[in-house]
């Protein structure tokens, strides 16, 4: 039976197949969610006299008891149930009776499965929240670490200027802080609670909807009845833009540890056991994390397009469109924690190249050095400019490029700014309440 069925008539297997679909498989992730819904619902219930202080206390220790049952891994879905909230609301029955058929008074699918998602998307952001912060706290460590070994900057991957590895790790840090405005905003739109809304227009009974928000922590509600269900695949699309912003990062990062641990570049390397090797060419050391987390990435930064190509002409009101935002998003947080988690790995072993810049190959990383010293002795900046830049047409560049380079303005090489990076971080962090 289906919670929809009205008698015992079957459902054409072909149709229940494929309407179905992935469900299941994602459904489980929901459990412990679509538990503790239901148990902010019975307990409001219970406040407004829908149900009686018995029957409501033993529906709850009876959720109580699948939530445990759910932790320990020993939860399943059924053959024949349709989905997450159908085993619940079965095992329920059958373990305290009729007292089970009244949970879902006041209440509709359409709100039970919003109020899981809303509740698993939040425990999401702040999971990836966490993982970023470990990794920004990583990259500022190695910031610091490295901050007085040089490396040649590019621009249109030609040789540019100097940098330093205390810059590059530093750039990558501050690029977080960014990131993660967006997975707060991200956040604050999943912290609102849409139960209560029913299949979109609310309920005639008088449900205390402010009270299962506040068991449930949410910071407000989703108001508007209609919009609750107006914010199921929105919601989706704001997380999926929070973490594809953080994928970005992470996909540049990648991009830029494939070159400089290259040979013709040689400014990085790790451990054998954290690169690849060749079935043909023994010398090979391949940067695959990395090529995997570039990749994959990549294609966690097309999750809101998928979305919005999903959602886009959908009217207000709910529509079984919305099913497959889950198998859209949910494996794309999957994916993000575990690139992250490795980039951690990879970057915790890193070595870095000393004395890169002494290579006569990277002389000319320093004319913009040189045009500022012919400045600083009064020469106009273009002259100085023209100058040197006949000088290098004609062979003729002899700048002191191993002497010490002093750049003291804020974000440069002898003025990192991590301490402000750091209070940007700290700032957004304080946004996830």
């Known amino acids: 039976m289906k919670l929809w069925q009205k008698d015992s008539s079957s459902v054409n297997d072909l149709i229940e197949k494929f309407t179905v679909g992935r469900d299941k498989e994602f459904d489980i992730l929901l459990a412990w969610y679509d538990v503790q819904g239901s148990i902010a619902h019975v307990k409001m219930l219970k406040e407004v006299g829908l149900m009686s202080a018995e029957d409501a206390d033993a529906a709850v220790k009876g959720l109580e008891v699948i939530c445990d049952e759910i932790e320990k891994g020993k939860f399943v879905i059924e053959e024949g149930m349709e989905d997450v909230h159908s085993q619940v609301e079965y095992l329920l029955t059958q373990r305290i009776g009729e007292a089970g058929k009244q949970i879902h008074s006041g209440r509709s699918r359409n709100d039970q499965v919003a109020v899981d998602l809303k509740l698993y998307l939040r425990a999401e952001v702040l999971a990836v929240k966490e993982e970023v912060k470990a990794l920004f706290d990583l990259l500022i460590t190695q910031s610091e670490k490295f901050k007085n070994v040089l490396l040649p900057g590019y621009t249109h991957l030609q040789i540019a200027m100097p940098s330093s590895f205390g810059l590059w790790f530093g ?39 402010t009270l299962t928000t506040q068991l449930l922590q949410f910071g407000s509600l989703n108001y508007n009845s209609v919009y609750a269900q107006m914010s199921r695949g929105k919601t989706e699309k704001m997380v999926a833009t929070g973490i594809s912003a953080v994928a970005a990062t992470l996909s540049k990062l990648a991009m830029d540890a494939c070159l400089y641990i290259n040979q013709n570049f040689g400014f990085i390397s790790f451990p054998s056991e954290l690169t690849t090797g060749s079935s043909i060419m023994p010398h090979k050391k391949n940067p695959d ?51 992250i988690q490795m980039t951690i790995l990879m970057l915790s072993n890193i070595s870095v190249t000393e004395n890169i810049l002494d290579d006569e190959k990277y002389r000319y990383l320093f004319s913009v050095e040189a045009v500022n010293e012919f400045v600083n002795k009064g020469v106009s900046f273009r002259d100085a400019y023209r100058r040197v830049g006949n000088d290098i047409e004609n062979g003729n560049f002899h700048y002191d490029y191993k002497k010490q380079l002093h750049h003291t303005h804020e974000g440069s090489l002898g003025n990192l700014c991590n301490d402000g990076i750091r209070e940007q971080m700290n700032k957004v962090l304080a946004k996830f309440k």
């Open 289 to 339: 994390v990395f090529e995997l987390i570039r990749a994959k990435c990549n294609r966690i930064q097309a999750t809101p397009n998928e979305l919005t190509l999903l959602i886009n002409n959908l009217p207000s009101g709910y529509h079984r469109d919305l099913q497959l935002t889950k198998e859209i998003l949910f494996p794309a947080l999957e994916e993000l924690k575990a690139c």
């Open 171 to 209: 750039a990558y840090a501050e690029s977080l802080t960014d990131d993660m405005e967006l997975l707060a905003a991200a956040y604050h739109v999943a912290n609102k609670n849409p139960l209560g809304s029913g299949a979109g227009y609310g309920s005639s009974f008088p449900l205390n909807r």
